[in-house]
């Protein structure tokens, strides 16, 4: 989880990518569910860079709400 003040970018997906496959080799997970979450959204080709990698994700605060 990281907190800062700028779009979610393509460098990150793709060290987000590096580092869910890492734990999962180590982990030995077969398969899992990517998903990000930024409050101040993403960079238009870094939405198309995760839909192409199956990754999902939102910028909907309602992420955040318990209920």
């Known amino acids: ?3 800062r003040k700028a779009k979610f ?3 990150e997906a793709e060290e987000f990518q590096e580092k869910a496959a890492e734990l999962m080799r180590l ?3 077969g398969k899992a569910v990517l998903f990000v979450f930024s ?3 993403f960079f238009k080709n870094t939405l198309a860079h995760m839909e192409r990698h ?4 939102s910028s909907d605060r309602r992420w955040l709400e318990k209920g």
């Open 1 to 3: 989880m990281k907190n």
């Open 9 to 11: 970018s393509v460098r």
């Open 27 to 29: 982990e030995d997970i």
């Open 39 to 41: 409050v101040n959204g």
């Open 54 to 57: 199956g990754i999902a994700w």
